[in-house]
């Protein structure tokens, strides 16, 4: 029976790989570091050096004379600025400057002005940092009425506003995954959150209203947890509570990416415009894109959602909650957007690091700060070192960020992916779904493989 249970989560984890079955850090109890060279831990920081070079030239000149930040495509940091001495500036500090038209305080009053008017679902807008516009974008939903009356308010705004339509819908990721069910729909786990009161699984908020049960099968045998806080619309973040069956264990600040293989997460931290991130999900995988804009708001059906992070990674239903991060820096969790991972589209993620503040929880391995109450813990600004976060990570092996790591089980520890694979937990829902998930396996093979490999590239250093 060991042997056989054993054959069941080493085929789980390759369905993990291949078919998307991947839910974030509470599916592994016990993880195996493997240290990366010095050289990793160089290519690791470089793209948080320049982010703060950029950050810190965008604090010193103000947003008068700046419009935002951001990483080129050779990795040097990259700042708008609206005058010939505030490029100087950038020169001297080692950065590049752009020199545009609009500062950040125009863009952000063009889009306060956006913020004040009915709102139209389907709709959505971000500054662009580096065409130097708020660029408002309209999926298929919005009718000609509303798409028209939008459209002169942008004429009235000025040159600052961009007007286009995108294919799709903007929806939230909610439906149509294997990962963690309740009566509202199925999401995909984020990160693993503690505080003084118990362990916590950081997801979505629009997954669910607190109070909803969570499990890791579809016929309801497997409770995971219970929804005790939530915040959507506005925000898009919640807590589910893990029950006492349920605690988790070393190794939890692990984020699986396929293959049996997981990212160590270290810290938390806010993206940069021009990053490259990786999104995890339980439908769809590992993928990867850039940032390509901070602060957005998004006009769901539900509800609008402000604050948010774009990207160009995609996602598909069922995506919901998964975790986004960045050598091995949590950034974010899904929220919604547009188009699948067959044609892409635009992906929204809630900031990791306000969800944090706002739930009072700290990731799962770093130590907790402030009061007995559970304070939240600070952001890991970009300079932090790679060696100063690897010391906080609290787990074994300590592995700096971004190292990739094998995960599985400890002991007669029950993992959450095993639970999902138990023949004992496979209902008739399971069942009949089944043969939707072969096929899915053979389309999606190719593209997974490619989106684990575009990640070893990326850091092959520390690829165990």
């Known amino acids: ?258 293959g049996g293989n997981g990212v160590r997460i270290t810290g938390a931290a806010d993206p940069t415009v021009g990053q490259r991130v990786f999104r995890s999900g339980s439908t769809s995988g590992l993928h990867d894109g850039q940032v390509t804009a901070l602060n957005a708001t998004v006009n769901y059906p539900e509800g609008t959602v402000t604050g948010l992070v774009q990207t160009t990674v995609c996602a598909e239903p069922g995506d919901s909650g998964g975790p986004l991060f960045s050598e091995g820096i949590a950034l974010g969790v899904t929220s919604g957007g547009n188009g699948d991972c067959k044609s892409g589209g635009t992906t929204f993620f809630q900031p990791v690091t306000k969800a944090l503040t706002a739930l009072g929880v700290t990731l799962a391995g770093q130590p907790a700060q402030g009061s007995a109450g559970g304070a939240a813990q600070p952001s890991l600004a970009p300079s932090t070192s790679a060696s100063a976060m690897a010391s906080q990570g609290g787990a074994p092996g300590s592995a700096a960020p971004g190292a990739v790591e094998a995960v599985g089980e400890s002991g007669a520890a029950q993992t959450f992916v095993s639970e999902l694979t138990d023949p004992q937990n496979i209902g008739p829902g399971l069942l009949v779904i089944g043969g939707s998930v072969i096929a899915l396996v053979a389309t999606r093979f190719i593209r997974t493989e490619q989106d684990r490999k575009a990640y070893q590239r990326q850091y092959s250093q520390s690829w165990g």
């Not at 790989?17 to 599916?27: D, K, Q, R, Y």
């Not at 509303?146 to 939230?172: C, E, N, P, Y």
């Not at 729909?185 to 049960?213: D, K, M, Y």
């Open 1 to 258: 029976m060991r042997h056989a249970r054993r054959r069941i989560v080493r085929r789980g984890a390759r369905l993990a790989a291949v078919g998307g079955l991947l839910c974030g850090g509470f599916m592994v109890t016990r993880a195996m570091a493997s240290e990366p060279s010095d050289a990793s831990r160089t290519t690791a920081s470089s793209a948080r050096t320049a982010a703060d070079t950029g950050a810190g030239l965008v604090s010193r000149l103000g947003t008068a004379r700046t419009a935002g930040n951001w990483i080129a495509a050779d990795g040097r940091p990259v700042v708008a600025v609206t005058d010939a001495d505030a490029a100087d500036a950038v020169k001297r500090a080692g950065a590049r400057p752009k020199v545009v038209t609009h500062s950040m305080q125009d863009l952000k009053s063009a889009a306060r002005t956006l913020s004040s008017a009915p709102r139209v679902p389907g709709t959505a807008w971000a500054v662009d940092y580096k065409k130097n516009e708020v660029v408002v974008e309209a999926d298929s939903t919005v009718s000609a009425t509303d798409w028209s009356r939008m459209t002169k308010l942008a004429h009235g705004i000025g040159d600052s506003v961009k007007m286009q339509r995108t294919q799709g819908t903007f929806t939230t990721r909610v439906n149509g995954a294997q990962a963690i069910f309740s009566t509202g729909g199925r999401c995909s786990a984020g990160f693993n959150v503690s505080n003084a009161q118990g362990e916590f699984i950081l997801t979505a908020g629009h997954c669910g209203p607190a109070g909803s049960v969570w499990f890791s099968d579809n016929t309801g045998r497997q409770q995971v947890g219970r929804t005790i806080t939530t915040a959507f619309p506005g925000n898009d973040f919640s807590l589910i509570q893990y029950d006492s069956a349920q605690q988790t264990g070393a190794g939890t600040n692990v984020v699986a990416i396929g």
